[in-house]
């Protein structure tokens, strides 16, 4: 029996004691009480007394279980513990151990199978991969360990010791479970490791675990975590970088027609020791301590500064869409922008976002706005994410730029076939294309027969360091 059951068996004993033992006890004590004070016959006293017993052992038996609806232990699907019991029960054995471990072990196609098969049999994937994961882990000789599932087709596991002692565990899980099957239902699995040599605050542990997993499957392996920079002093490190513009900006040169006049620009913050922090880290901790605005601020008048300085070269920032959403920044940008006439027609917006903003017109009265001032808007990721094609259809931009993917795989016709699809779509609304990552001279001619408008990559221009401060 896996621990999450103990753990359920347990409560429901200890609440049908709390639920026994008074009203056992009161019962003794009015046998006892009458008994030994009346030998007679009962008197009334004792009647209303039962019935007044009677009447609260009922009140008290379903207060005790309307009370009980409110703490579950584990999940009705998985029989696993669920993410609020735990992240409580991680917490305490974190601060009883010195070496604590922490798996993550996840089933990447649940929404698939939910869509093909139904709910239910995704339900009883959940089942039978929980099932499957207790079962591997007790063959390894390790025993009440905590398993919970998160979200989705997220499952956190913890163990006892250094995440060393169980990494090639867990590589041989990966291993095993490529041909995992539920009945005839294919399941895709993946998992990531971390340990409290990385952190001992628990909301720092489950981060890296997903980033971990991001990592894992870009690469194609199971790594162990490399991080440098102490996650409990990365959020202070972004904040003090922040405000005193401690961050290192690095630029990459776009070809039109052969010729270099557009610079993307890239932007690392620094750490008062000089380590660097890359964007995958401090992007979401700026999201989450609403910051993002006064990055972007940031970055935009270090880059007007720039363009001041430079007569002929365009810069291409990348700006939070969510920004474009705030009128603080709407109305310090504009304003910034409009103060410097020499860089009317010198700065390109490039937006990224996942999820789509309906309110199409409001983001084209903004964006109208900023390319009324002479800024160039460009969507990103075209092809990639579904928003950037309704993005393509729905806004007034400037730019579209494919998803490295199709770079990637251009030498396929059917990807060759799609960016000539989108290329044709984006030139008959009179917006240009923007191809990145070009690595070789072969990829390069693709791209030219294409007629694509703006090529980027290592082949044609490497990324070069073009501002530090704060040294």
């Given at each position: 029996m896996l621990l999450p059951q103990t753990k359920e068996r347990e409560y429901r004993f200890r609440l049908a004691l709390r639920m026994g033992l008074p009203i056992f006890a009161m019962v003794i004590l009015l046998f006892t009480t009458t008994f030994l004070t009346n030998d007679e016959s009962l008197n009334t006293a004792f009647y209303i007394e039962s019935i007044l017993l009677i009447a609260f052992s009922i009140y008290f038996i379903f207060y005790i279980i309307y009370n009980s609806f409110d703490i579950r232990i584990?999940?009705?699907?998985?029989?696993?513990?669920?993410?609020?019991?735990?992240?409580?029960?991680?917490?305490?054995?974190?601060k009883k151990n010195d070496d604590y471990t922490l798996l993550l072990i996840s089933i990447d196609n649940l929404h698939d199978i939910n869509d093909r098969y139904g709910i239910k049999n995704g339900d009883r994937v959940?089942?039978?991969?929980?099932?499957?994961?207790?079962?591997?882990?007790?063959?390894?000789?390790?025993?009440?360990?905590?398993m919970g599932h998160i979200k989705g087709g997220d499952f956190v596991i913890g163990l006892r010791g250094k995440s060393i002692k169980h990494f090639t565990m867990l590589e041989l899980f990966c291993l095993k479970s490529d041909d995992f099957k539920v009945d005839d239902i294919e399941v895709k699995i993946s998992a990531s490791i971390t340990d409290t040599l990385y952190s001992r605050r628990l909301d720092f542990l489950i981060e890296n675990l997903f980033e971990q997993q991001l990592a894992n499957k870009e690469q194609k392996l199971l790594k162990e975590n490399t991080q440098e920079i102490d996650p409990n002093k990365v959020e202070s490190f972004v904040v003090n970088a922040l405000k005193n513009r401690h961050f290192v900006m690095m630029t990459q040169d776009i070809y039109e027609n052969e010729k270099s006049n557009i610079k993307e620009c890239f932007v690392k913050l620094k750490t008062p020791d000089k380590k660097i922090i890359h964007q995958k880290t401090y992007m979401k901790i700026l999201d989450k301590l609403g910051l993002m605005a006064s990055f972007d601020l940031m970055i935009l008048e270090?880059?007007?500064?720039?363009?001041?300085?430079?007569?002929?070269?365009?810069?291409?920032?990348?700006?939070?869409?969510?920004s474009l959403r705030n009128p603080k920044f709407i109305y310090k940008a504009r304003e910034l922008i409009s103060l410097n006439k020499k860089i009317k027609n010198k700065i390109i917006f490039l937006l990224n976002e996942s999820h789509y903003y309906s309110q199409t017109t409001r983001y084209n009265t903004t964006l109208k706005s900023f390319r009324d001032l002479g800024v160039k808007i460009a969507v990103d990721r075209l092809g990639a994410i579904h928003t950037s094609f309704l993005y393509l259809r729905d806004l007034d931009i400037d730019i579209v730029r494919f998803d490295s993917f199709y770079t990637k795989e251009i030498k396929d016709e059917k990807y060759r076939s799609t960016i000539d699809g989108f290329s044709l779509m984006a030139r008959e609304r009179g917006i240009k294309t923007w191809v990145k990552m070009i690595e070789t001279q072969e990829v390069n001619e693709i791209v030219k027969e294409l007629k694509i408008d703006?090529?980027?990559?290592?082949?044609?221009a490497p990324m070069i360091k073009k501002y530090e401060s704060g040294k």
């Open positions: 584990t999940e009705s699907v998985t029989k696993t513990f669920t993410r609020e019991y735990l992240f409580g029960y991680l917490r305490r054995e974190i959940l089942k039978d991969i929980a099932r499957w994961i207790g079962k591997y882990l007790q063959a390894k000789e390790l025993e009440n360990f905590p270090e880059n007007i500064s720039r363009c001041e300085e430079s007569s002929d070269d365009i810069f291409a920032l990348n700006i939070s869409p969510t703006y090529t980027q990559g290592i082949y044609l």
